[in-house]
């Protein structure tokens, strides 16, 4: 327990970027939470836990990490960070230490996204080129967000922002859950993920488990209020 309010630091997952935490957002200012939202850059598990990691630690008191879809896999090894005290997982993957995302989600069948990425190029440094995937535009609502409206989706579409697909293939340094409480929401209308990877790897995590029946993968853009509510059941614990 501390005798100070816990930051919430929200880290989104492929496909978004932070503005899908608005709702969230508004939800924890209007309880008096401090929150912040910072980019994942999406460019790999090391890499992205050790910026997220780096933000966490430069805030002074304790740290609630929430993690949505590959944000989970973030927060997993950023949550290693001293000054975390809680984790929550949104829709999200939490992975063993030494497993990859390939491998945690390999243990169910596929969800419709694996079937529906585009591949891009982009450059790395000595000239080389990397691989980064976005979901196919008319696929996006069934797959990431079908409880959310039409003229909403579009936009998340339009606005993807890519995952390099080397962040299927590292694996977790670490596992922060394994000394940090968690909690864990899982969607129970994923599309982007399957539902049953979410519940193993909660479960394995010895996270509180709250399912949302019917919930996409976006639910923490269609259902805000229900998401902040599991993220303030971590808040009032390390308070």
Do not use: C
């Amino acid at each position: 327990m501390s005798a100070t309010n816990p930051t919430v630091v929200l880290v989104h997952g492929a496909f978004a970027d932070a503005a899908s935490w608005a709702g969230v957002i508004g939800e924890l200012q209007s309880q008096g939470v401090a929150v912040i939202a910072p980019p994942n850059p999406l460019r790999g598990l090391a890499a992205d836990a050790a910026y997220v990691g780096s933000v966490a630690s430069q805030i002074e008191g304790p740290v609630v990490l929430v993690g949505h879809s590959y944000g989970g896999a973030v927060i997993t090894v950023a949550g290693a960070a001293e000054n975390v005290v809680g984790l929550v997982y949104v829709a999200a993957y939490v992975p063993e230490e030494g497993e990859s995302l390939g491998e945690l989600q390999e243990r169910f069948p596929l969800a419709p996204l694996v079937a529906n990425l585009t591949e891009w190029k982009y450059p790395l440094p000595g000239g080389e080129s990397g691989v980064e995937v976005t979901i196919n535009a008319d696929a996006f609502p069934s797959i990431f967000a079908a409880d959310v409206p039409a003229e909403t989706t579009q936009v998340l579409a339009a606005a993807q922002r890519p995952l390099a697909v080397s962040a299927f293939t590292e694996t977790a340094s670490t596992a922060a859950w394994k000394t940090k409480p968690s909690w864990a929401v899982v969607a129970g209308a994923d599309s982007a993920i399957n539902p049953e990877v979410e519940r193993y790897g909660a479960q394995r995590a010895g996270a509180t488990v709250i399912e949302i029946d019917g919930a996409s993968h976006a639910v923490a853009v269609s259902q805000p209020k229900a998401v902040a509510d599991v993220i303030l059941q971590a808040v009032r614990a390390a308070r």
